[in-house]
């Protein structure tokens, strides 16, 4: 045996099993990245920061639907001066890897904001270029190859750590800005963030969100983000994380197999517990012993194989 079966590096990034935290839940403050680490994570990714604070929508920001949770918080954080207290306290804490997802108006906020961070203390950065939500940022980032390669690149230029690109299903075809990405120096791909969706209520006939429309994520997207990981993984060369509708082992396995060499959960955490993340990585486990295979990382791309 190859010691711990469910270990993974991904573009140095040393995680103990391949189940990550997502961004935006739960990871607000070091104390609740460090009460999910102790729930058996590979690493935690916290809430996006930018480079100043901004309040986010009014409520209702998130609703749910039966099938996830269509959220359209607006990017409310501290900015990054302020949340460095917290990536020091977090890194003090955890003894897991901490990545820290980024915004920006422009490649020089996103640089800018992330060179702050890895000073604080991240040990990767996950720059999200696919908030549907939030006009300027997000996927009008993400969804241009030429101004993702400038954000890539200003990004790279002022950060030794690996730096993650956050990719949009909401865009003609994912596997171009992978490539963009990828070619700018991307270490690394999380796919996907949410897909924009709306719920309206009957009663007072108007939509619910206050943003009117928002980010559909949980298990309605799990056969999207998988198309995607599959899509990425015949087209780029670096590591890809999974996201999106993953609740259980064999949702994980799935990703794994699509290519994904880790997965990152979100709204299973929000409803149903932080216990989601150790029940992962018993039934991944237990599929390796099953199939009799010595790592996770002898998963990863395996229904690629003709
Ligand atoms: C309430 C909520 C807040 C989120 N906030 C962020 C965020 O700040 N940055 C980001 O990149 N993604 C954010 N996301 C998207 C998730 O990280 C993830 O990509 C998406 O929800 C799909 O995964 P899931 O189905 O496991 O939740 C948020 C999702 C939810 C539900």
Redesign the pocket.
């Known amino acids: 045996m190859r010691g711990n079966s469910l270990s993974i590096n991904i573009a140095g990034l040393q995680l103990k099993n391949p189940v990550i935290l ?4 739960l990871g607000y403050t070091s104390a609740s990245l460090q009460s999910i680490a102790e729930n058996g994570v590979g690493a935690v990714v916290t ?2 920061i930018g480079l100043k604070p901004r309040s986010g929508y009014s409520n209702p920001t ?1 609703v749910q639907t039966k099938c ?2 269509i ?1 359209a ?1 607006g ?1 409310p954080n501290p900015g990054i001066d302020a949340y460095a207290s917290e990536i020091r306290q977090a890194k003090a804490l955890l003894t897991v890897p901490l990545i820290v ?1 980024v915004y920006g108006f422009s490649a020089e906020e996103y640089a800018e904001t992330a060179r702050r961070a890895v000073e604080a203390g991240a040990d990767a950065v996950e720059l ?1 270029v ?2 549907p939500h939030v006009k300027e940022t997000g996927v009008e980032i993400g969804q241009n190859p030429e101004v993702l390669v400038e954000v890539v690149r200003k990004v790279k230029a002022v950060v030794g750590k690996p730096v993650i690109v ?1 990719l949009s299903p909401n865009v003609t075809d994912i596997a171009e800005l992978a490539e963009a990405a990828a070619d700018a120096g991307a270490d690394a791909l999380t796919a ?3 897909l924009r969706a709306m719920a309206i209520d009957i009663e007072t006939a108007r939509p619910i969100l206050s943003n009117k429309r928002g ?1 559909l ?2 298990p309605a ?1 799990k056969p999207i983000a998988l198309r995607c990981v599959y899509d990425l993984y015949e087209k780029v060369k670096i590591p890809l994380i999974g ?4 609740t259980d082992w064999r949702d994980a396995v799935e990703f794994l197999l699509a290519g994904a060499s880790a997965v ?5 955490v ?1 409803l149903k517990s932080p216990a989601v993340f150790k029940a992962i990585n018993r039934g991944v486990s237990a599929y390796l012993r099953k199939k009799k295979l010595e790592s996770v990382k002898d998963l990863v791309g395996l229904a690629h194989r003709s």
Not at 243 to 246: D, V
């Open positions: 997502a961004s935006g839940i809430k996006s998130v996830g949770l959220n918080m990017l997802s999200n696919s908030c956050k996907i963030n949410t980010g994520s949980g997207i996201c999106g509708g993953i990152q959960v979100g709204t299973a929000a």
